[in-house]
């Protein structure tokens, strides 16, 4: 079992950014949310039987805006279900992660960390609305590799109009200098309901400047496993994609356990009233095998060929004979991620 936990404030909403957050906030209401997790976790427990949770991930939001004391005693009450060799990791941004926070976040169990550093290059992290610097970026893996944490990771992000291949290779020197295990690249998408939806001159969708700096980052011995991922395998993330049952907490949070989908409530201030109530959405046996070839597509997952009808079998061969797809023991693999949507439609085609 994977158990997600959704922390939604933030100092600053990013104008890229469609994650579910608020800046508006004070402690009672964080005190008030966490109580929340606590009842939705109890309630949610007592309904599955014997379960191990393997990894843990806390997102947001911004996590580390957040008093570590809060976080202690959550662990508190989720540690008795926790496996012995559980990947708990926590988002954090590099100028909010102090190093006594990273210290007490490695105390409660957490051995994962990752930065959300988007840039080295101040007039980029300007233009996504960041409110760190280079300079915090650095410190911030300096302090958490003081505290001990040995698997940590940085977000960067590419495809932005502030991109060419001068610039991403300044992004890849600074890389270069950091102390850690996983990089994770995301192209800038223009979100709706964000303040850059429909800016079109912002984001560059350029696929040779993809390649260029995917190549450049796994020059650098990350290895790519997933389209946007490279490194030391993130479990929690590599659950998701092998479709493990999930437990969601927190408001914005999805879960899914065998075929059903829940959402919970999308108002801070009406999950913290009731943490209980969520949509529940009925997943058929197509839905789920549409996604495992969606997701298996996107990483080293694959596609297993018995899932396929004979139709898909015939569109996938194709791609195998067109070295778009490798074939290895029944178990259909993307030779190219920047191509996997488009390859899980010819599939599915």
């Not at 933030?10 to 209401?29: A, L, R």
Request: glycine share 6%; with cysteine; proline share 2%.
């Amino acid at each position: 079992m994977l158990l997600y936990i959704h922390i939604p404030f933030c100092e600053k909403k990013c104008p890229y950014c469609s994650f579910g957050s608020s800046v508006s906030y004070n402690n009672d209401t964080i005190k008030a949310y966490f109580d929340a997790i606590k009842r939705e976790f109890e309630h949610t427990i007592t309904s599955l039987k014997d379960i191990k949770i393997q990894t843990i991930f806390i997102g947001g939001g911004t996590p580390s805006v957040v008093n570590s004391k809060h976080y202690e005693k959550l662990f508190k009450i989720v540690e008795k279900y926790l496996d012995t060799s559980a990947e708990i990791t926590v988002e954090a941004n590099p100028n909010s992660a102090t190093f006594n926070w990273l210290e007490d976040m490695k105390s409660y169990g957490v051995n994962r960390v990752s930065f959300g550093a988007q840039s080295f290059i101040e007039k980029k992290l300007k233009f996504l609305g960041r409110i760190h610097s280079s300079k915090d970026i650095f410190n911030a893996i300096n302090n958490a590799n003081k505290a001990g944490f040995e698997n940590i990771n940085i977000d960067l992000m590419y495809g932005s109009k502030e991109d060419n291949k001068n610039s991403l290779c300044v992004e890849l020197e600074n890389l270069k200098k950091l102390n850690i295990t996983h990089v994770s690249a995301y192209s800038l998408t223009l979100e709706e309901n964000t303040p850059f939806y429909k800016k079109i001159d912002y984001a560059k969708d350029d696929e040779n400047l993809a390649k260029f700096f995917i190549e450049g980052i796994t020059n650098l011995g990350f290895k790519q496993y997933e389209i946007s991922n490279f490194g030391n395998i993130c479990k929690h993330n590599l659950g998701y994609w092998k479709l493990k049952n999930y437990i969601g907490l927190g408001a914005f949070s999805v879960g899914c356990i065998d075929t059903k989908r829940y959402f919970n409530q999308k108002n801070i201030n009406e999950y913290i009233q009731n943490p209980t109530k969520k949509i529940v959405e009925n997943l058929s046996p197509e839905d789920i095998k549409f996604e495992k070839i969606f997701l298996g597509l996107r990483s080293i997952v694959g596609v297993n060929k018995s899932i396929l009808n004979e139709k898909e079998v015939k569109n996938a061969e194709f791609l195998v004979e067109n070295q778009k797809l490798e074939l290895k023991n029944e178990i259909f693999y993307n030779k190219n991620y920047l191509l996997s949507d488009e390859l899980a439609l010819y599939i599915k085609s």
